[in-house]
Nanobody
Framework: QVHLVESGGGLVQTGGSLRLSCTVS????????LGWYRRAPGKERDFVAS???????NYRSLVEGRFTISRDNAKKMGFLQMNELTPEDTAVYYC?????????????WGRGTQVTVFS
């Protein structure tokens, strides 16, 4: 059974940066697309970004140019570098495997990691 654990969230001022990490256990990461999603207060969970096993990326338009997704297959980890953060980025961020282009593979989600951006 695949288990994903997110970390790296926190409280940051507008314009600041955070780097989120996703640790995958229970399955090899190679060959699979890894993605990040977020749920803002009172809203549905939305796709943020994904990266294929060979490094092709896909971003939600609102974050393109500010966020960078990456992965380390050997360590079975994924990352989301978030720059130029705004209060609209405040959300709980989750990682999941992705059924391209944007659908999450697993219906059950981890705890996520809270990102709060204040002005």
């Amino acid at each position: 059974q695949v288990h994903l654990v997110e970390s790296g969230g926190g409280l940051v001022q507008t314009g600041g940066s955070l780097r989120l990490s996703c640790t995958v256990s229970g399955s090899a990461l190679g060959g699979k697309t890894l993605g990040w999603y977020r749920r803002a207060p009172g809203k549905e969970r939305d796709f943020v970004a994904s990266i294929t096993s060979d490094g092709r990326t896909n971003y939600r338009s609102l974050v393109e140019g500010r966020f960078t997704i990456s992965r380390d297959n050997a360590k079975k980890m994924g990352f989301l570098q978030m720059n130029e953060l705004t209060p609209e980025d405040t959300a709980v961020y989750y990682c999941n495997l992705v059924d391209p282009p944007t659908d999450p593979v697993f219906g059950s989600w981890g705890r996520g990691t809270q990102v709060t951006v204040f002005s």
